[in-house]
């Protein structure tokens, strides 16, 4: 049974830093893309950042210079770090593995709620 859990979220302040983690089991995780989205309130979901099976990386320009995303292979999981937080940044945020190719695959976690606010 495939699960991605997600964890590290909570309240943060304006300015303040999280970093998320999702962790995988049941896939064989190195093979896989990793993408952090996230939702807010009354929004579709958005990708927020990828990192491929090589390491690659892309991310929203809403993001770029204060989000890093990263993966530790031998833990299965996948990393968002968050810095310069703004309150836009509210939302819940989902881990998604997907395998490419005639093998694909496409898992999504329950997300974990970022709160940005004073």
């Known amino acids: 049974q495939v699960q991605l859990v997600e964890s590290g979220g909570g309240l943060v302040l304006p300015g303040g830093s999280l970093r998320l983690s999702c962790t995988a089991s049941?896939?064989?995780?190195?093979?896989?893309?990793m993408t952090w989205y996230r939702q807010a309130p009354g929004k579709q979901r958005e990708l927020v950042a990828t990192i491929t099976s090589d390491g690659s990386t892309n991310y929203a320009d809403f993001v770029k210079g204060r989000f890093t995303i990263s993966r530790d292979n031998a833990k299965n999981t996948v990393y968002l770090q968050m810095n310069s937080l703004k309150p836009e940044d509210t939302a819940v945020y989902y881990c998604?593995?997907?395998?490419?190719?005639?093998?694909?695959?496409?898992?999504w976690g329950l997300g974990t709620q970022v709160t940005v606010s004073s």
């Open positions: 998604n593995a997907q395998l490419s190719g005639v093998y694909y695959r496409n898992y």
């Open positions: 049941g896939v064989i995780f190195k093979m896989y893309a």
